[in-house]
């Protein structure tokens, strides 16, 4: 079993900052891409920003400039850096990672959320 668990979450003031955590853990012989996406009330869940093993980045057109996404590989852990936060980034966050299991099995694994809130 693999787990992804978040943290950082919270609430912000528009145009503070946020850094969010997410630590997997478990039977992991690997991890290739780690991302975090985000879901707010009424609307479809969206990319914010994944990494690859090789520390290539990948942003929504939304974010760049504003959040920066970076990972440990050695802990297994990504970040994710929410700065000059809008009301429009108001979400629950979610952490993914796409993992090779120690019995060789690739599987995509979802943390339970954190939620973001920027009042205005």
């Known amino acids: 079993q693999v787990q992804l668990v978040e943290s950082g979450g919270g609430l912000v003031q528009a145009g503070g900052s946020l850094r969010l955590s997410c630590a997997a853990s478990?039977?992991?012989?690997?991890?290739?891409?780690m991302g975090w996406y985000r879901q707010a009330p009424g609307k479809q869940r969206e990319l914010v920003a994944e990494?690859?093993?090789?520390?290539?980045?990948n942003y929504a057109d939304s974010v760049k400039g504003r959040f920066t996404i970076s990972r440990d590989n050695a802990q297994n852990t990504v970040f994710l850096q929410m700065n000059s936060l809008k009301p429009e980034d108001t979400a629950v966050y979610y952490c993914?990672?796409?993992?090779?299991?120690?019995?060789?099995?690739?599987?995509?694994?979802w943390g339970k959320g954190t939620l973001v809130t920027v009042s205005s």
């Open positions: 993914n990672a796409d993992v090779i299991t120690t019995t060789y099995y690739g599987m995509t694994y």
């Open positions: 478990g039977s992991i012989f690997s991890i290739n891409a």
């Open positions: 990494v690859t093993s090789g520390l290539s980045t």
